[in-house]
């Protein structure tokens, strides 16, 4: 009897495994967006099989806020899947460094990526490239288009129209003019400080330099995005020092704030909440006709595992991940989240397609404190959140706030020393 | 014959004690050992009191230490003088023979502490925001709007804020065991002290207070621990941050970040139970003044 049973199982077996294709293989992603899951399952996954017969293809997210120790425990163990999502800089340079993820320099699909695009997932020389980039957020402005028409203002351009259209919305007093607090202090540092800065410090070009040791944060370029901040204070709502973020970002959809400095990941929310029209406005230059440069932050990417047992199908899909396609569906099936590659993507969003079309007119770069300069203690992006919530409520000069931050990146740093 | 008597007292005694050890005591003296080491380049190096030296002397980690420990110290005052003579006031109200409804007043305001952190620094955070909040609006309808402020908002505020919100919290526990104090005094010495012309508030001066004055000191002392054991507060209404500027950043909170790490900063387990250990001793030390120096000059009557 039991030998009749074993005798059947193996036949079904041997039938079942002529039936699927000799070389199957099953890759599993490791992720954090469990948010995605259904964009995975029903519009990427099934474009990649289909073009590519032999690889299945799992999608097997965790709750963002285990993903790094769960994954960090899975690739001890040797249980990770094939694929994993990358977290932006120090953490996955960490998996790197360690021999958990496979170097992906000679992909060729890497060509479709600017050095900035791929600047979260490298060795802090730029030699070795470990993820392939899948998506960024770009920040800059969003404005109640309604009360723009009402009150016949533009979107400001330059550092002096926004402020004047600041002014109008204020002497108006039918809507706050920005909507923004310092009660959760990141806001103040990620919308606004990293926000504008960039058109001061030249975006990659200054970040380097501080990088290097040849700028430092006392310079005009990193203070003067400071001077702006000290400025915002006077238009934001009401009791703003107790603001949080969901109080923002409720008012602005609730129509009661005119204009919302913005990260583009907003753009879903945003499109299910308000019900007048949106539009987006780059931050201001200071004169008409500079450069203009947008903090476009690199967000997501994904690589291989070192010790998967199924590298080279792995591959072809890291590759198809670099390609147009990829990138299409992506940018598309999440609006807010811009593809990194090189060739351009059409998306149906209005509100999505204006924040992208910013990088064909400006430079791109990464938020400032993420590379590098926040490994220490004193740590620079928390001392940069502190900073700039100081500064918009004027507790704090520019210049001290300025003079601090050199102080604790110089005490740990070696190259501003 | 005394010896074997003896023996069932260490068989029963055994699983607390094992269970205390592994979950309290063990703990305990690893974070106090894990203060002692740092992480070096091939793993855990041990560098004696060099975090404790880091910890007290290089400006920036002592700067925030005391900050820390400071605001820690004005939570706890504020505590001491609003928490506790509320407390005996409403015991002392709640006592009185003639109240009405004195089992509703004692649930309602014993109800808060039996809920969550989280609960209730949301709960607050709502009736005080300057945008959807019932206080700016309650303020209006007696026309005193210019009174209000976004006072988590405000250096100058926000702690007194976050304490007082506390108070509103805990301040049943004063109240129940001291309103358990007063019940337990006999009617006999109240009857006595009456013939003698003490009634009313000298009664409560003179008879009532000196007899729950244990009970305020086990107050004062189970106040002191919890507030400088205090975070879950902080971390819901203000974040780990505890803005704003670090104004509202009491030991608890500062340990939280180090420990565990905030965004991109990365955890420090050494430095993080340096700062256990500095709160452990300080804890230590409150509760040996009260012990050795308060409780036992404490006179206690035997009725």
Not at chain 1, 130 to 138: G, N, R, W
Request: glycine residues 8%; proline residues 5%.
């Amino acid at each position: 009897m039991t030998r009749r049973t074993l005798a059947g199982l193996m036949l079904t077996t041997a039938l079942l495994g002529t039936g699927a294709a000799a070389q199957d293989v099953t890759l599993t992603i490791e992720s954090w967006r469990n948010d995605d899951l259904s964009i995975w399952q029903d519009q990427i996954i099934p474009a990649f099989e289909a073009a590519n017969p032999g690889i299945k293809v799992e999608f097997t997210p965790s709750a963002p806020a285990e993903y790094n120790a769960a994954l960090n425990s899975k690739l001890d163990a040797g249980t990770a899947g094939d694929l994993i999502t990358c977290r932006p800089f120090d953490a996955s340079l960490a998996l790197y460094d360690g021999g958990k993820l496979a170097d992906l320099s000679d992909l060729g699909a890497m060509a479709n990526f600017s050095d900035v695009a791929k600047s979260a997932w490298q060795t802090d020389d730029g030699a070795h490239t470990f993820c392939v980039p899948m998506a960024s957020v770009i920040h800059g402005f969003i404005y109640n288009k309604d009360a723009f028409a009402e009150l016949g203002i533009e979107p400001p351009a330059t550092v002096d129209e926004f402020f004047a259209v600041l002014d109008k919305i204020k002497e108006d007093g039918t809507y706050i003019p920005m909507a923004m607090g310092t009660n959760d202090q990141w806001e103040a540092a990620t919308m606004g400080y990293q926000n504008i800065g960039p058109n001061y410090w030249k975006g990659e070009e200054g970040r380097r330099a501080l990088i290097a040791g040849n700028q430092k944060l006392t310079d005009e370029p990193w203070v003067e995005p400071y001077r702006q901040l000290a400025r915002w204070g006077a238009y934001l709502g009401d009791g703003y020092e107790a603001q949080t973020y969901p109080d923002s970002q409720n008012l602005f959809t609730l129509g009661r704030a005119a204009i919302y400095p913005a990260g583009s990941w907003e753009i879903s929310g945003f499109n299910a909440q308000a019900d007048f029209e949106m539009g987006a406005f780059p931050p201001p230059v200071v004169n008409a006709g500079d450069e203009c440069y947008i903090s476009d932050h690199t967000d997501i990417a994904i690589g291989l595992n070192a010790a998967s047992p199924n590298a080279e199908a792995a591959r072809t899909f890291l590759e198809w991940v670099g390609s147009a396609e990829f990138a299409s569906l992506y940018a598309n099936a999440l609006p807010g989240f811009f593809s990194l590659n090189s060739a351009p993507v059409e998306m149906a969003d209005p509100l999505a397609q204006e924040f992208v079309s910013w990088r064909d007119k400006c430079q791109s770069t990464i938020r400032s404190t993420y590379q590098i300069l926040s490994r220490g203690t004193p740590n620079l992006e928390n001392e940069t959140w502190n900073a700039s919530a100081n500064v918009i409520r004027g507790a704090e000069s520019p210049e001290d706030a300025a003079a601090r931050l050199q102080a604790g990146l110089a005490s740990w740093y070696g190259p501003q020393q | 014959m005394a010896t074997r008597s003896r023996a069932h007292v260490i068989v029963f005694l055994a699983p607390a004690v094992l269970v205390y050890t592994a979950v309290m005591i063990w703990p305990l003296f690893n974070t106090l050992r894990l203060a002692l080491y740092t992480s070096g380049e091939e793993g855990r190096v041990f560098t004696g009191l060099a975090n404790f030296a880091t910890l007290f002397g290089d400006p920036r980690w002592s700067g925030a230490f005391w900050n820390a420990l400071g605001n820690n110290f004005w939570f706890f005052f504020i505590h001491m003088i609003v928490q506790n003579p509320i407390g005996i006031a409403l015991a002392a109200i709640l006592s009185h023979p003639r109240l009405r409804f004195a089992a509703l007043y004692r649930s309602a305001i014993f109800i808060p502490t039996i809920l969550s952190f989280v609960i209730v620094g949301f709960a607050w955070k709502l009736i005080l925001s300057p945008i959807w909040g019932i206080a700016p609006s309650m303020l209006d309808a007696v026309g005193l709007k210019s009174l209000f402020a976004p006072w988590l908002g405000r250096e100058s505020s926000a702690l007194t804020t976050l304490a007082l919100i506390s108070v509103w919290q805990f301040v049943g526990i004063p109240m129940m065991l001291i309103y358990a104090a007063l019940l337990s005094i006999p009617e006999e010495i109240l009857e006595a002290g009456e013939i003698d012309g003490i009634t009313g508030w000298a009664a409560f001066w003179w008879i009532k207070l000196p007899l729950i004055l244990p009970s305020i000191g086990i107050i004062s002392i189970l106040t002191f621990v919890g507030n400088f054991n205090a975070f879950d507060l902080i971390y819901a209404s203000q974040g780990a941050l505890a803005g704003p500027d670090f104004s509202t950043d009491i030991l608890g909170t500062f340990l939280y970040r180090t420990f565990f790490g905030f965004q991109l900063q990365l955890g420090d387990p050494h430095m993080g139970s340096t700062i256990a250990t500095a709160m452990f001793a300080i804890i230590l030390a409150g509760v040996c003044i009260y012990l050795f120096a308060i409780q036992t000059r404490m006179r206690r009557y035997q009725f």
